[in-house]
């Protein structure tokens, strides 16, 4: 190529191109199928945003406007039900940037996190696999089926910042196994910070721990750290005060038998790509597993039996396999060495992909705040603080109590209850169930005792209307698809569990 250009691995640099550039074009043919993958998913999760939008949002957004304002919470002042109960808010600093980020860009901005979160996070996995020894195709395929195999990954709460810490404790753990150094130390400052953003710290102190113990089992020194992992879960505010959290949320959680998330997992539409993935995982693993590294052959297994037994797990499997999976693929599916033509083609489709990524992502971002509101409107909120007046409280479904708070901050203290269910007892919560059963009668028995009753769903809807729920006289104040509410007077003290 002695006046065009010359070739660097498959593809043509034009003379006058610098070196640096000729490195991204090599990077891009050979790596071109993860980056338009990745940069594709960054485009659908745009173009669904305020589907990311959950209740644990506005919770997080809630949370973190008190901090900002009041400090470390240690009693709750948000909730009617729960006023004045001890309070261990272990996902603090998650809650503060969050708050942070919505205060100086709005919505769009705390948006725009969610969608880094969830790139890094894939692209951290990604380079961790081929550093490990996968080919592009494998580590691509993978990439591509992490979020169909656990949806609720990207939404949008204070787990987002622990997406890319834990498939860098992941990474670090499976490269010491590989390749021993001092380096697998760095997880620990990791852990120290992660304690105080998400409780999903717990199984990756853990399996550090687990880790170190088997190095101590080879008489290797630096596993006397790693054993210490879990005492990073103390690196917060709260010290000693997170061990009765940890307590209660590991081993006695009043609400596990009645959120979907701490529950086993069940085959449904919403959970076949995980069980096909655990299933080909499985068979992989057992024909293969020698490609594996040490820490990999004994954690994935573990991860897998924690998927089962509860869906907030699936996603740390998910995860997992978006570093080790692409190895087994390889050994059942022998890649071949990629061809000039099949670069140049890389290098075409992620430079396509990037862009187009970019111009959905810049467009969606743009939108205005409402757009994210899928839950209702601002003067929906409006119309329920100005119904409840200055002491009214507001008997409002989980999926709307914290995004009331959030747009009608007078409300805190008002708004019966919201989704920390970790601040009611067992009984409390089997009393807190029957208000999702349309069929029990704790609606007949708290709704007329409300200044204001939200719902969310047509089925509650009509079991306020027709169940003589609601005290005489009682006016329907909003009306949209998804939200409504009812004001109305009442006699007495609102209702408790």
């Known amino acids: 190529m002695s006046q065009g250009g010359t070739l660097a691995q498959g593809v043509v640099r034009p003379v006058g191109v610098p070196r640096r550039a000729a490195g991204v074009l090599a990077f891009l043919g050979e790596n ?16 669904v945003l305020p589907n990311l939008f959950v209740s644990d949002t506005w919770l997080a957004l809630v949370d973190g406007r008190l901090i900002a304002h009041s400090g470390i919470p240690h009693h709750d002042t948000l909730t009617y039900w729960t006023l004045g109960k001890h309070w261990v808010d272990q996902q603090w600093l998650a809650q503060l940037a969050l708050y942070e980020l919505a205060r100086r860009g709005g919505l769009a901005l705390v948006a725009a996190l969610a969608l880094l979160s969830v790139t890094a996070t894939l692209a951290i996995a990604a380079g961790a696999a081929r550093i490990l020894g996968a080919s592009a195709r494998s580590t691509a395929l993978v990439a591509l089926l992490v979020i169909p195999g656990a949806p609720w990954l990207a939404q949008l709460r204070t787990q987002t910042f622990a997406l890319p810490l834990y498939v860098i404790v992941f990474a670090l753990l499976a490269l010491d196994a590989r390749a021993p150094g001092r380096r697998v130390l760095f997880v620990l ?11 999903s710290v717990s199984l990756a102190a853990g399996m550090t721990a687990l880790y170190g113990l088997t190095l101590l089992a080879k008489r290797e020194l630096r596993g006397l750290a790693l054993v210490a992992a879990p005492l990073t879960l103390l690196a917060s505010p709260y010290g000693l005060g997170l061990v009765g959290y940890y307590r209660l949320m590991l081993l006695h959680p009043p ?20 069980f096909v993935l655990a299933f080909v995982f499985a068979v992989l693993w057992g024909r293969h597993r020698r490609v594996l590294t040490s820490f990999e052959q004994w954690a994935l297994p573990i991860l897998l039996v924690a998927g089962l037994i509860a869906v907030r797990n699936a996603l740390w499997l998910e995860l997992g396999l978006a570093i080790a999976g692409p190895r087994l693929i390889d050994a059942a599916w022998r890649p071949v060495e990629a061809t000039a033509a099949v670069r ?3 290098v075409a489709l992620s430079t396509f992909a990037v862009l187009a990524a970019a111009v959905v992502v810049g467009g ?9 509101e899928a839950q209702g409107s601002p003067a929906a909120a409006a119309a329920v603080a100005r119904a409840a007046g200055a002491h009214g ?3 409002a479904d989980d999926g ?20 920390r269910f970790e601040l009611f007892d067992a009984a409390q919560m089997r009393r807190l169930v029957q208000l999702h059963d349309v069929r029990a009668g704790a609606w007949r028995t708290c709704g007329s005792t409300m ?15 027709s169940e003589h729920v609601l005290a005489a006289g009682a006016r329907q104040i909003v009306r949209s698809k998804d939200f409504g509410a009812f004001a109305q007077r009442t006699k007495g003290a609102p209702c408790s569990l």
Do not use: C
């Not at 609400?255 to 995980?274: L, N, R, S």
């Not at 709307?400 to 989704?419: C, K, M, N």
């Not at 009753?453 to 809807?461: F, I, K, M, N, P």
């Open 32 to 47: 071109g199928l993860i980056v338009a993958f990745i940069a594709a998913w960054t485009a659908v999760l745009a173009a």
């Open 189 to 199: 400052p990791v852990l120290a910070v992660w304690a105080n953003l998400h409780g």
């Open 255 to 274: 609400f596990a038998k009645v959120v979907t998330e701490w529950q086993p997992m069940k085959v449904e539409g919403a959970t076949a790509v995980f």
């Open 344 to 346: 140049r083609v890389n």
């Open 364 to 372: 969606h971002l743009a939108r205005p705040a409402s757009w994210f």
């Open 393 to 395: 409280v507001v008997l």
């Open 400 to 419: 709307h109590a914290d995004w009331l708070l959030w747009e009608q901050p007078q409300l805190a203290g008002r708004v019966a209850y919201d989704v």
């Open 451 to 465: 200044a204001v009753v939200t719902y969310g769903t047509a089925s509650l809807r009509r079991l306020l209307l």
